[in-house]
């Protein structure tokens, strides 16, 4: 069980670091659906397309201070590959101090 909840959560910070080199901000959607295995495949990265809100389960975000951290890590990581954000110190310690929020379908509209 405890393997399975560190690779739920290294994927989820994964996820939220990806998000935020595309985007600017940590924002994951976990659900059931349909995905491709992307080349490269790095950190096991997937393309799904086509994501209806009725296969989204949850919705994870930062709460306003961690958004204002993430912001400040964006800034400084122009052009970042995962790979590259993954292994910056300020990325390491985003993670570390912040973490994202689990948010129920109620709540969704205030996050997107």
Same mark, same amino acid.
């Given at each position: 069980m405890a393997d399975s909840e560190d690779a739920d959560l290294?994927?989820? *910070?994964?996820a939220g670091i990806e998000g935020l080199l595309r985007h600017?901000?940590?924002l994951v959607a976990v659900g059931q659906f349909a995905a491709d295995g992307i080349?490269?495949?790095e950190f096991g990265a997937v393309a799904a397309d086509g994501v209806s809100? *009725?296969?989204i389960e949850s919705?994870?975000?930062d709460d306003p201070v961690g958004a204002q951290?993430?912001?400040?890590?964006?800034?400084?990581?122009? *052009?970042?590959t995962l790979e590259a954000a993954w292994e910056d110190e300020a990325v390491t310690d985003l993670l570390r101090t912040t973490e994202l929020l689990w948010h129920g379908p109620s709540e969704w509209e205030g996050l997107v």
């Open positions: 290294t994927l989820l *910070e994964l600017g901000r940590r080349e490269p495949a809100w *009725e296969s919705l994870f975000a951290a993430a912001t400040v890590v964006h800034a400084n990581l122009p *052009e970042s």
